[in-house]
């Protein structure tokens, strides 16, 4: 077994793209408080962490399950896209690449892109974070991909 | 983010997860790192060594909860700033002995007993741990001092006036000899 490096390495090499993703998520005014949770829960089960192979892919775990926590505390209802709306006018994400694009989305759309892309979930998961039928999740995620193919073209 | 990190640092020590605590802090002799438990000051790393690789040593031996939080080694840093200075003559800093074990250990404790600006030879370090034919084995015990300028083993000599050895490198151990007003 490859021995665990100190964990403040794993906060400098990942802590903003953890919180690049939770923005994406559930929103830059939650997203500090779904960061805590994803680091208090990594930092609480990380000396018993037995595969180090993928530490990234670990954390972004966490996150997206704190994230879907997050929408489902919410009351399993849509994304307040009324609160969205108004947030997304300040970016999300910070940085070069993709994300600032991202940012652009309208809300919904945002936030199926975020979480099929950096947090790896499935179209059901999606809907169940987003409180909508996987058929509508799907129908974001594909608005929201044709958007930034239109924007990068 | 800053701010963000900075909470996380917090509440990870209000429940219990922030079982080892750094900082990376200016000397006159370059870069220390210093490391503390609950327990007290665990580890001082001289210029002279990677805070890489300690950072990994403790991880491994202490515990893998390693964060940077400067704030919990304030303290630390004052007496070390003051001793710099000339100013002070005794740490009064709780010490996490849990990196030493055995004779080192008690080579290591005999050694936080000499007082400053005296020094003593590697034989009486052997005689204080209780075995005095084990006279490299004290030297050993104090090049692998986890704890050095704290716990003062540059001011362990050579029988015969030699300066014997330093991790940090002998140039340090004599000038922290000088501050001293040893030499």
């Known amino acids: 077994m490859t021995p665990l490096p100190p964990f403040q390495k794993l906060l400098d090499d990942h802590a903003t793209d953890v919180m690049g993703v939770l923005r994406g998520a559930v929103g830059r005014s939650d997203a500090d408080d779904c960061f805590q949770e994803t680091f208090l829960a990594a930092l609480r089960a990380y000396p018993k962490l037995e595969d180090t192979r993928n530490l990234r892919g670990w954390l972004l775990t966490i996150a997206h399950r704190k994230a879907i926590d997050h929408h489902r505390a919410n009351g399993r209802r849509p994304l307040p896209i009324d609160v969205i709306e108004v947030e997304t006018r300040e970016p999300q994400f910070e940085g070069d690449g993709i994300w600032p694009l991202v940012d652009s989305l309208p809300p919904k759309q945002r936030a199926a892109v975020a979480l099929r892309y950096a947090c790896d979930l499935p179209h059901a998961e999606i809907a169940a974070a987003l409180g909508c039928s996987p058929e509508a999740a799907r129908r974001s995620l594909h608005e929201g991909i044709k958007r930034l193919r239109k924007e990068l073209a | ?183």
């Open chain 2, 1 to 183: 983010m800053k701010a963000s990190l900075q909470r996380l640092t917090e509440r990870a020590e209000t429940e219990g997860l922030l079982n080892v605590a750094y900082a990376n802090v200016d000397s006159p002799f370059g870069s220390l790192l210093l490391a503390s438990t609950p327990r007290g000051l665990v580890r001082v790393n001289l210029p002279a060594y990677d805070p890489e690789e300690t950072l990994e040593e403790l991880a491994a031996k202490v515990s893998p909860r390693v964060l940077e939080a400067p704030a919990k080694l304030d303290e630390v840093r004052r007496e070390l700033d003051l001793y710099f200075e000339g100013k002070l003559t005794e740490f009064d800093l709780p010490i996490d002995w849990q990196l030493t074990r055995g004779f080192r250990g008690k080579v290591q404790r005999a050694i936080n007993r000499i007082p400053y600006g005296q020094t003593r030879t590697y034989m009486d370090m052997a005689r204080s741990a209780g075995n005095e034919r084990a006279v490299r084995a004290a030297g050993t015990a104090c090049g692998s001092n986890p704890i050095p300028i704290v716990v003062p083993c540059h001011r362990v000599l050579r029988s015969g006036g030699g300066l014997g050895g330093y991790g940090g490198g002998l140039p340090m151990k004599e000038a922290l000899l000088k501050l001293e007003g040893v030499l």
